[in-house]
T-cell receptor, first 115, second 108 residues
Framework: DQQVKQNSPSLSVQEGRISILNCDYTNSMFDYFLWYKKYPAEGPTFLISISSIKDKNEDGRFTVFLNKSAKHLSLHIVPSQPGDSAVYFC??????????????FGKGTKLSVIP | NAGVTQTPKFQVLKTGQSMTLQCAQDMNHNSMYWYRQDPGMGLRLIYYSASEGTTDKGEVPNGYNVSRLNKREFSLRLESAAPSQTSVYFCASNSPLHFGNGTRLTVT
């Protein structure tokens, strides 16, 4: 049973436009959400996070939105740059004890930014 | 400052062989993790160590053992490798996770 779902395996966007990556979750115990970016042959790198007490978090060109009632979050990249081309993973954690240590990842969305 | 270092980068094993994947971090982090990434599956947690001296199972622990040797090092051992363990293995530390660059393991 997939608790974190990224339903779009891939996304292509023109340079300078907005990229929107989506993520849905099913576990109501999740209270902390993260996005990671991964280039080929490298480990994932942390991009941005959001706690369930917020509905938006911004860091430069990257903004994450959280809709708790819909159990949905999205990552907006504006403007998109060719260097943003990578696989983006959504991840979630929550609950007490072991739940706070265990990140559950989605399957990833491959973003291609076309110059 | 190297961050999280994993060795080896690549490894090929025959079914039934054993090996240990090494991981070390120099960021003085308490928690460390082992994940595997398979095509179309995202990253799945194998084992984690919340602090030196403790280890706990994650989502897919079968066929693996771990050792938290000290605060810096967290190793993953395959006692009898199987083709289903062909994967890319990532070590990570702290929260938000800092990942190493992975070990690509093939079991034939």
């Amino acid at each position: 049973d997939q608790q974190v779902k990224q339903n779009s395996p891939s996304l292509s966007v023109q340079e300078g436009r907005i990229s929107i990556l989506n993520c849905d979750y099913t576990n109501s115990m999740f209270d902390y959400f993260l996005w990671y970016k991964k280039y080929p042959a490298e480990g994932p790198t942390f991009l941005i996070s959001i706690s369930s007490i917020k509905d938006k978090n911004e860091d430069g060109r990257f903004t994450v939105f959280l809709n708790k009632s819909a159990k949905h979050l999205s990552l907006h990249i504006v403007p998109s740059q060719p260097g943003d081309s990578a696989v983006y993973f959504c991840a979630a954690s929550g609950g007490a004890g072991a739940g706070s240590y265990q990140l559950t990842f989605g399957k990833g969305t491959k973003l291609s930014v076309i110059p | 400052n190297a961050g999280v270092t994993q060795t080896p980068k690549f490894q090929v094993l025959k079914t039934g062989q054993s090996m240990t994947l090494q991981c070390a971090q120099d960021m003085n982090h308490n928690s460390m993790y082992w994940y595997r990434q398979d095509p179309g599956m995202g990253l799945r947690l194998i084992y984690y160590s919340a602090s030196e001296g403790t280890t706990d199972k994650g989502e897919v622990p079968n066929g693996y053992n771990v050792s938290r040797l000290n605060k810096r090092e967290f190793s993953l051992r395959l006692e009898s490798a199987a083709p289903s363990q062909t994967s890319v293995y990532f070590c990570a530390s702290n929260s938000p996770l800092h990942f190493g660059n992975g070990t690509r393991l093939t079991v034939t």
